[in-house]
């Protein structure tokens, strides 16, 4: 299969601070990568698509700004929780999408970050 | 976004029991249908994927599309406690578009 690596999978940072989340694909390119955030009891919420090479596309609501994507590399996107407060805390996760032949249904997904902001 | 709405339950069903799951997308023009399993703390679990309208069978479970009336549902036979869990209804607009969650149902299988 194709496979997401997700870094780290909990962190708690002080507010006012920064947090950098990382999803590296192992064992193939992945060209779009999607982040999602997820509070408790809700469902996950796109946050932005990020395309290598080029500006993320953020979702109506999410502060660019705040949240800063860098997909640099075919292998590795990034997300910055930027000036965290505690109202950030929540479940991120990313996915990417594989072929078909790799990964039923064709996403494939990081195994999620836990973000508790103190 | 586009919305996708269920019923997030409790849905709670005994041992050997079938389970039916339901799930409403709004956009019209959605073309791949997903549902996963997500255990508290963890990603999502790929159970099924429809692309056409009608039944879709793998095992204990059935995906069921109607792109008319915008409804896919999941069932699931011979329920057991370990498919406890909450199952997510995604959708898509075009292969390679970004899935669109909806909430979830909590699905508990009594022993």
């Known amino acids: 299969g194709a496979v997401v690596s997700q870094h780290p999978s909990r962190v708690i940072c002080k507010s006012g601070t920064s947090v950098k989340i990382e999803c590296r694909s192992l064992d193939f390119q992945a060209t779009t990568m999607f982040w999602y955030r997820q509070f408790p009891k809700q469902s996950l919420m796109l946050m932005a698509t990020?395309?290598?090479?080029?500006?993320?596309?953020?979702e109506q609501g999410v502060e660019k700004d705040k949240f800063l994507i860098n997909h640099a590399s075919l292998t590795l996107s990034t997300l910055t929780v930027t000036s965290a407060h505690p109202e950030d805390s929540s479940f991120y996760i990313c996915?990417?999408?594989?072929?078909?032949?790799?990964?039923?249904?064709?996403?494939?997904f990081g195994s999620g970050t836990r973000l508790t902001v103190v | 976004q586009k919305e996708v709405e269920q019923n997030s339950g409790p849905l709670s069903v005994p041992e050997g029991a079938i389970a039916s799951l339901n799930c409403t997308y709004s956009?019209?023009?959605?073309?791949?249908f997903f549902w996963y399993r997500q255990y508290s703390g963890k990603s999502p679990e790929l159970i099924m994927s429809i692309y056409s309208n009608g039944d879709k069978e793998d095992g204990r479970f059935t995906a069921q599309l109607n792109k008319a009336s915008q409804y896919v549902s999941l069932l699931i036979r011979d329920s057991q406690p370990s498919d406890s869990a909450t199952y997510l209804c995604?959708?898509?607009?075009?292969?390679?578009?970004?899935?669109?969650f909806g909430k979830g149902t909590t699905l508990s299988v009594s022993s």
């Open positions: 996915s990417a999408r594989a072929s078909l032949d790799r990964v039923p249904g064709g996403y494939t």
């Open positions: 990020s395309n290598e090479g080029s500006k993320a596309t953020y």
């Open positions: 995604a959708v898509s607009r075009q292969a390679g578009t970004a899935l669109i």
């Open positions: 956009d019209r023009g959605s073309q791949s």
